[in-house]
C-alpha cells in the first residue's frame, strides 16, 4: 500500500491521545489490566523518560492489577539479586543489588530510575505481604550460571553437585571468560555442549524434583541449567555467523517467561521490560524476511493475541546514554529529529498539532487496516550509536498498529544516570552483536 501521508496523520490522530501525568494513561492501563502478559518497550536504552513512564505503568499494573513479577532484558543471575531484594531475602540494600549488573552496558540496569522503581517495589512488597517477583530473561551468563548451579546443589544435594562439577570441568579450563569459550569452538566445535546438556538432563530428570519443586530455589538451579545450554547455543551460532543467533536468545527469552507463568501460578501475570525490538511483533516489521522472530510475537503466537499486552515507546530528539562502540564509556548522544515519513516524524507532527509533548497510541481492530496498517520507518536506538550514520542503520520498517497493541510517544527525552562504571570484561556485553540495533 502506498502512503498518504495526510490520512496516516489522520488516521494516528483519531488512536492517539495527549498525556501529561499518570492518570492520563488510564485508558492504556485499563486496557492492559486484565491480560496475561503486558510488555512495555523502549526505542533506546538510555532514555530517562522511558524508564519513568515503563516504571509508572509497571506500578499500576501491579497495585491495581495485581501483576506478580517483572522480567527484564537483563542477565538471570544478576536479576535474582534484585528479586531478593525486593522479597526482602537479603540484606543488600538498592545500589548493591543492582551493582551486581556488571556486565557491560551497565546503565541499561543500574541505573537511578531503575533503583527508584526496586526501592518501590520492595516497599509494595512489605507494605502488602506481597512477593512481586523481579527477574531477568536474557541468555548470556554462562559462567556466573555454571555458579550459580553449584551453590545452590551443594545447599540441596551435594552428591548432585559433585556430578555436576565433574561435567563443569570442561568449561574450568576457559577462565570464566566467555570470548575465549566462544573462540575455541572454531578448534573443537564440539566445545562443552555435551557436559552442559547432561547436567541440565540429570537436573530435569533427578530425584530434586521431589525436594524443591515450587520453590524460589528450585526455579532458580533450573533456570540457570537452562541458561547454559541456551548461551552456549547461543555463543555457537554467533561465533558461526549463524543468523538464529537473533532468535536463540529471544526464543530463550519467550521460554523463561513461560518459566516464571509457571512457577508464580495458573492465573499469574507477568510485566515484561525490553526492547521496542524484542517485545514488538516480529511479523509486522522487516524481521520476518530475515528469518527472525521477536519475544513479543511468540508470546502472541503461543499465549493468544487477547492475552498479550504490547506497548511500544518511542521520541522524536533529545539526547541519549549510548556508546561508540562495544566495551567502551557511556556518553550523551544527542539524538537527531526523525527522518522524514517516519513514525518519529509523523508523532512529531502530531506533538505540535496537539499542543502536548507527550501522546499515546491505542491500536484498536480499526487500525489494523488503511493507513496505520502501512508500513513506515521506525527508529530503533541501541546501545551502540552514531547518530551521524542512523538514517542508514537504525530504522525498521514497521506497521504500528500490527506490531504494537499501543504506543507511548515522548516528543524529546533525557538521557538516565548510572551509578556507576566498573563491568566485567571477559563477559559479552549485553545485547551483542546486535548492540547498534537494541
Given amino acids: 500500500m502506498n502512503l498518504n501521508g495526510k490520512d496516516f496523520l489522520s488516521s494516528l490522530e483519531k488512536h492517539s ?98 533503583s527508584d522503581f526496586i526501592e518501590w517495589q520492595k516497599k509494595y512488597n512489605l507494605d502488602f ?36 562439577e565433574k561435567y563443569f570441568t570442561c568449561l574450568n579450563a576457559f577462565s570464566r571468560d566467555e570470548m575465549t569459550y566462544a573462540r575455541s569452538l572454531f578448534q573443537a566445535p564440539e566445545g562443552c555442549k555435551n557436559e552442559i546438556i547432561n547436567v541440565l538432563e540429570d537436573l530435569l530428570t533427578g530425584r530434586l524434583e521431589a525436594k524443591a519443586t515450587g520453590t524460589d530455589e528450585y526455579l532458580d538451579l533450573i533456570q540457570n541449567a537452562k541458561i547454559l545450554r541456551h548461551a552456549e547455543d547461543y555463543y555457537r551460532a554467533m561465533i558461526f555467523g549463524e543468523q538464529n543467533s537473533w532468535n536463540v536468545r529471544d526464543q530463550h527469552m519467550f521460554d ?60 522524536n530528539s533529545g539526547a541519549v546514554l549510548a556508546s561508540d562502540a562495544w566495551d567502551g564509556p557511556a556518553e550523551i548522544k544527542m539524538i537527531p529529529p526523525g527522518k522524514p515519513l517516519s513514525a518519529e516524524a509523523y508523532f512529531h507532527q502530531l506533538s505540535k498539532k496537539l ?35 542512523e538514517m542508514r542503520r537504525n530504522y525498521v520498517q514497521s506497521s504500528l498498529s500490527h506490531r504494537y497493541d499501543a504506543f507511548i510517544y515522548i516528543d524529546e527525552t533525557n ?18 552483536p546486535f548492540g547498534t540495533r537494541v
Fill in 256 to 315: 523463561t517467561l513461560e518459566s516464571l507463568l509457571h512457577h508464580y501460578g495458573q492465573h499469574s501475570k507477568g510485566i515484561v521490560w525490553a526492547h521496542n525490538s524484542h517485545i514488538g511483533d516480529y511479523r509486522a516489521t522487516e524481521m520476518v524476511s530475515q528469518g527472525e522472530i521477536s519475544l513479543g510475537g511468540l508470546a502472541r503466537e503461543i499465549l493468544g493475541d487477547e492475552h498479550v499486552g504490547l506497548i511500544g515507546m518511542g521520541t
Fill in 17 to 114: 491521545r495527549p498525556f501529561q501525568e499518570e492518570t492520563d494513561l488510564a485508558p492504556l492501563i485499563d486496557l492492559m489490566g486484565d491480560k496475561k502478559v503486558v510488555m512495555i518497550g523502549e526505542s533506546s536504552h538510555g532514555s530517562a523518560e522511558f524508564y519513568r513512564w515503563r516504571s509508572a505503568i509497571t506500578q499500576t499494573l501491579i497495585s491495581k492489577y495485581e501483576f506478580n513479577f517483572v522480567c527484564i532484558e537483563g542477565d538471570w543471575p544478576s536479576s535474582q539479586h534484585v528479586n531478593e531484594f525486593v522479597k526482602n531475602k537479603n540484606q543488600e540494600d538498592s545500589a548493591q543489588s543492582l551493582g551486581h549488573f556488571d556486565r557491560w552496558p551497565t546503565w541499561m540496569w543500574a541505573n537511578t530510575e531503575i
Fill in 355 to 389: 499542543n502536548s509533548p507527550n501522546l499515546f497510541s491505542i491500536f484498536d481492530q480499526s487500525s489494523k487496516t488503511g493507513s496505520l496498517a502501512t508500513s513506515v520507518p521506525h527508529r530503533a536506538i541501541g546501545v551502540v550509536y552514531e547518530p551521524d550514520s
Fill in 415 to 432: 538521557p538516565i544516570v548510572p551509578m556507576g562504571s566498573h563491568f566485567n570484561h571477559l563477559k559479552f556485553p549485553e545485547t551483542y
Fill in 129 to 164: 505481604k506481597k512477593s512481586v517477583g523481579f527477574h531477568g530473561l536474557d541468555v548470556y551468563s554462562l559462567f556466573d550460571s555454571m555458579d550459580q548451579v553449584i551453590r545452590i546443589l551443594n545447599k540441596i544435594d551435594p552428591d548432585s553437585a559433585i556430578k555436576a
